[in-house]
């Protein structure tokens, strides 16, 4: 199996053509496996559960895109709205009446959002929404959590998880110090520390904003009364309560861990799933927030190709069949998610291996320590060295996990029982060789 490595020989060539063009040879870190090692593939396409490399080998995607890609690649559906609003052009930079067909979608699942405005990107969203509290409340801090990401705006690449814990890099260069320095990062699910940095600095912080349940740190979830207890103390304290849902809207519940944890924020952000694949972001709630903004206000927010057209077209299609199925999708996501993450849990276990699992719904990690994982401290404590063979052998038997220990896995409705065996059959041969 080892052998077939030398086969990749279109991918390389490709590889060796984006290295003379783009630093590192890609259009965002992640991409270039550093956490793992060994040779990225380059997509060629993919259909339902399946991508096929340059050289025409076939994968099982368990990322998804890393995340949007919940209905499986080249949904019919999603790619007959694409194709026909493309028809009628891609871009006017005038209004539609698909800005208005998407946003009712999103209202009807998420009631708490009472305005929103489109953005072309998951950080467009968290970063707009942070200046919209800093203008709500006339303060300058903001709280996030280690090991949540929002995105690569500068406040918030402090302690910002996967391609920033990957690459080994404690932010960024290029952020000014005085910039950073409003961002506190504290534990997640540690409420205490959120009560002494309010304590601490009293009548400075805007906002809290966080991963409600954490993907970009591997999964991590809320312990019990965390998220309530968030809501408690931002509203006690007068600061916003900043809900990032760009991984987790839509895949968890209909309306997102908002939904299912019943959490009452002051803005939301989305993304990912949002857009069907297409780029495509959007922040909202309560509307004397919302209403702050340009034109109506004084904060200050613009997009060429917000609420692009081909953008909308594409979340429509998938909010409308993700809507059709909701009886039986999550229902069907949670037990083939369930059956592959645990079988490949298990099959660890009998290999004697230290693997950690946490999942829910469609997002998981197995994360290689004896855990608990709770917080970024202790994801870290996973063995990446083993993660990343374990990636590479995946990867040649025709499974593609996400590139890093500190990445959430998804599942799509297009997996089905077929490939959770597969997956659970290549991880069993993968961990015999590691005790081998
Ligand atoms: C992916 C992600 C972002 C950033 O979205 P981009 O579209 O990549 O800019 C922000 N927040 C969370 C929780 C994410 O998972």
């Known amino acids: 199996m080892a052998t077939e490595m030398g086969t990749r020989t279109e991918s390389r060539r490709l590889q060796e053509r984006a290295e003379g063009l783009f630093p ?63 028809r009628d052009s891609a871009s006017f930079g005038a209004s539609t009446a698909a800005e208005g067909d998407l946003a009712e979608r999103v209202m009807a699942v998420y009631p708490g959002i009472e305005r929103l405005r489109f953005v072309s990107s998951g ?3 968290t970063m707009s929404a942070l200046r919209l509290a800093r203008a709500a409340t006339g303060r300058k801090r903001i709280v996030k959590f280690e ?32 910039i950073a ?71 968890l519940a209909p309306g997102g861990a908002t939904e299912l944890y019943g959490i009452d924020a002051d803005l939301i952000t989305l993304g990912k799933i949002l857009g069907g694949g297409l780029p495509c972001g959007a922040f909202g ?40 199925r909701r009886e039986t999708i999550y229902a069907q996501l949670e037990a083939t998610t369930r059956a592959m993450a645990e079988g490949v849990a298990q099959a660890a276990r009998e290999a004697g291996l230290a693997v950690t699992l946490n999942r829910l719904g469609s997002m998981w990690t197995w994360f290689f320590t004896s855990g608990p994982v709770t917080n970024y401290d202790q994801a870290a404590r996973s063995d990446v060295s083993k993660f990343g063979a374990f990636h590479r052998g995946m990867l040649e038997r025709g499974v593609w996990l996400p590139p890093s220990q500190f990445e959430a896995a998804f599942m799509s409705a297009a997996h089905g029982l077929a490939e959770v065996d597969a997956v659970v059959s290549a991880a069993r041969a993968v961990f015999g060789q590691f005790s081998a």
């Open 181 to 251: 320095s409003l961002t506190l990062a504290l534990p997640y699910n540690d409420l205490a520390a959120v009560e002494a940095a309010f304590a601490e600095y009293a009548g400075e912080i805007a906002a809290v904003i966080l991963e409600p349940v954490v993907g970009n740190a591997g999964c991590i979830l809320p312990g019990e009364g965390y998220l309530a207890g968030l809501r408690r103390v931002t509203a006690e304290q007068g600061a916003l309560l900043i809900v990032d849902e760009v991984m987790t809207g839509f895949r």
């Open 123 to 125: 950080t467009e969203a």
């Open 24 to 86: 590192g040879g890609v259009n965002s870190p992640v991409r270039a496996f550093r956490a793992v090692g060994g040779e990225p593939p380059f997509v060629a396409r993919g259909q339902g559960a399946y991508l096929w490399d340059a050289d025409g080998r076939r994968y099982i995607d368990c990322f998804g895109s890393w995340g949007p890609m919940i209905l499986g690649h080249a949904h019919p559906a999603v790619v007959e709205a694409i194709a026909r609003a493309a």
């Open 285 to 324: 709630g309560r509307r004397r927030w919302m209403d702050m903004l340009a034109p109506l206000g004084p904060v200050y927010q613009a997009g060429t190709l917000s609420g692009n057209p081909l953008a909308m077209a594409a979340g429509c299609a998938t909010l409308d069949d993700l809507a059709a």
């Open 147 to 178: 090991g949540c990401y929002h995105g690569h705006a500068d406040g918030l690449l402090v302690k910002a998880g996967s391609g920033v814990a990957t690459l080994g890099i404690p932010g960024s260069a290029g952020v000014p110090e005085e």
